[in-house]
């Protein structure tokens, strides 16, 4: 099988937040099974697949924002979609010619498009290579996380995602709810396939058995995704108080890449946090913490920190939406609470009682094992492209 990926990120390696890691996990695994070319902005050179991988490289152009030239790449645009609807995208521009030539010279069984402006192309693909089969690979449900006061914006995911079904073949996504939510949007005229997020077992070492752990909490997520942000500064203003009240030696650790608000970086002046930013690896913070807090609010998927902490057998305590998509047994193998008293609880309850954290851990590791393991989950991409 033939499979050509259009993944049109400025990067994907290294992949330093969730959908960088699901984009480069995924394409790791097709390639175990399939012959795989990739158009991105990176170069070979830039990304280490363990596997041989064809890579076309889109050309990085300068931003020019005269006249001239945004009217000269409207015209384009508009003579590429053979289309007078919705604003130019830069990105469709940018790679048009190459994928022009990919297409003339190649035959493939599938294209995968792996984000929302990806879509652009389908016409060009349906034109050069009509009998692909075409997957859109659905990192979220963009339409619930749409923010009502850019109201342009808002329209154009919405009527991208609720058009699916005239552009594509397939859906992938990450979780039941967003197979239920991609479906109902189109009507239930597309089936939609669960393509979980997940973790390279093989590569994480097991922490759990270390004495005089401090009690160190830990928040691992990328701030430019307004849910991450949203739910900490929830998470400090609602629990924070309270816990350094119980345990005053108690630390929270801040980890992510993306760009803070003024209001969030107010909030991680409180006593006892610690904003460490983006780190190139967390194994080391995980390490040194009891608890790992996903106090998320909004948003769709999975959330891959969820997987990675219990991947070192780290005890989550999280919100029902944080660990949405995660077939988790409450009190087995996470902890869940939507509110601040029970949020707090959950976390006094792990930290007073050891056995509690090992217990958490332990079936959170065995979860991980058995179901959000790339191996696994690269099984199924693989029944899905036989």
């Known amino acids: 099988m033939k499979v050509l990926i259009i993944a049109p990120y400025d990067s994907i390696y290294p992949p330093i937040n969730g959908g960088m890691q699901r984009c480069y996990n995924i394409i ?43 009217v000269k790449n409207a015209l384009l645009y508009r003579f590429i979609k053979r289309s007078f609807h919705g604003p130019a995208d830069i990105n469709v521009i940018n790679y048009f010619y190459k994928l022009k030539e990919i297409l003339k010279k190649e035959h493939f069984d599938y294209v995968l498009l792996e984000n929302l402006s990806s879509l652009n192309a389908v016409s060009l693909i349906k034109r050069y290579s009509f009998r692909s089969t075409l997957i859109y690979d659905a990192h979220n449900f963009e339409s619930g996380l749409c923010n009502l006061s850019s109201k342009k914006k808002s329209y154009y995911i919405i009527n991208k995602e609720s058009n699916l079904y005239k552009l594509v073949d397939q859906v992938w996504v990450c ?16 089936s939609c396939t669960i393509i979980p997020n997940a973790v390279s077992i093989k590569k994480i070492i ?20 307004l849910p991450n942000e949203e739910g900490l500064i929830w998470f400090v203003d609602n629990c924070w108080g ?31 946090i610690e904003d460490i930013g983006y780190v190139k690896d967390v194994s080391e913070f995980y390490k040194s913490a009891k608890i790992a807090v996903v106090p998320i609010n909004k948003g769709s998927g999975t959330r891959l920190k969820i997987l990675e902490a219990m991947s070192f057998a780290l005890p989550v305590v999280s919100t029902s939406k944080g660990a949405e998509g995660i077939d988790y047994t409450n009190d087995e193998n996470i902890l869940i609470s939507d509110n601040p008293i029970g949020f707090v609880k959950c976390i006094e309850h792990l930290i007073l009682k050891e056995e509690m954290q090992s217990y958490i851990g332990m079936n959170a590791l065995n979860l991980v094992k058995q179901k959000y393991d790339w191996n696994i989950v690269g099984k199924k991409i693989k029944n899905q492209l036989a």
């Open 28 to 70: 790791n695994q097709i390639s175990l099974y399939c012959s795989v070319s990739l158009l991105t902005y990176q170069s070979k050179e830039q990304l280490p697949f363990s596997n041989e991988i064809k890579i076309f490289q889109i050309p990085q152009k300068k931003i020019n924002k005269s006249l001239f030239k945004r």
């Open 175 to 190: 979780s039941l709810i967003d197979k239920e939510l991609f479906e109902k949007l189109n009507g239930n005229r597309i």
């Open 206 to 225: 097991y922490f759990r058995h270390i004495p005089n752990k401090k009690n160190n909490l830990i928040f691992c997520g990328s701030f430019d995704y």
């Open 242 to 272: 309270d816990l350094k009240k119980i345990f005053p030696s108690i630390k929270l650790i801040v980890i992510g890449s993306g760009c803070k608000s003024n209001i969030l970086k107010l909030s991680l002046l409180k006593e006892g």
